[in-house]
Each structure stands twice: as C-alpha cells, then as structure tokens.
C-alpha cells in the first residue's frame, strides 16, 4: 500500500455561498505544482485542458474515459471517516446533492462503501 499525504482546509464563511467561495475554497485546497518542458515536448509545455466561461466555473480534476484501453475499470472501496469534532449526523449524498441518506455515525467515526467511480459528497453535522 503506498503512502498518502492529504492536505484540506475548512473555509468559514459568513452569508450566502457564491461562486467567490467556491473559487476561494478551490484556491486553499488544491496546490499549483510547477513543471518544466523542454522544446522538444511542447504539448507538455501546456495545461492539457483550460476553462474559459463565467466565475462561478470551477475545473477541478479531468478524468480519463472508462472505454481508454489501458485505464483501470475500477472497483468498489470501504474506508472509515475518523474525527475529532463531535458529529451528531452525517448525510451521504450523489455528485448533485440529491437523495441524501443518513450514515450511521457510531463513536464519531463512519463507513464509506463506494462503488466503482462513484463520487459521493458526505455532510458532517456538528453537535451542539
């Protein structure tokens, strides 16, 4: 098993959510990281992909098609969730926030069961 490093941050906001936290948001949590391309290789010299259009547009990651003949196909995958801050809920929702279902939260930890390629968002409700 190879060794992971995650960084994250929680970003407070006071008000509504707009596209200015999301991109504030987007900024704090994913680093840039410089590489250098020599004259020879000029389509590495170029971010493969580039999003131009409204402020409220986030491109976080491009994944590479399942029908690729050299990708992976997937599997399904379980984790626990540990944390220190008192949960007294926690909500499993799809890509689009839609039919939430409620996760078990035993001892402030909880199950991830994920299926192949799944992308699942979890709300933590804070006690108190």
């Excluded at 259009?53 to 690729?68: A, C, F, N, Q, S």
């Excluded at 930890?109 to 390629?117: K, P, Q």
Aim: overall charge negative; hydrophobic content about 40%.
């Amino acid at each position: 098993m190879d060794r992971h490093k995650i960084r994250w941050a929680i970003l407070p906001h006071p008000g509504e959510m707009d596209h200015g936290t999301v991109r504030a948001t987007y900024n704090l949590n994913h680093f840039t990281k410089l590489m250098m391309a020599k004259a020879a290789r000029p389509f590495i010299a170029k971010f493969p992909a580039r999003l131009k259009g409204d402020e409220p547009l986030v491109l976080i990651t491009v994944k590479r098609g399942e029908g690729d003949e050299d990708i992976s196909t997937g599997r399904p995958a379980q984790g626990i969730v540990e944390t220190v801050w008192e949960v007294s809920k926690v909500y499993m929702a799809n890509l689009l926030e839609d039919g939430e279902e409620e996760v078990l939260v035993p001892n402030g930890t909880f199950l991830i069961d994920s299926g192949s390629f799944q992308v699942a968002i979890y709300h933590l409700c804070l006690a108190g």
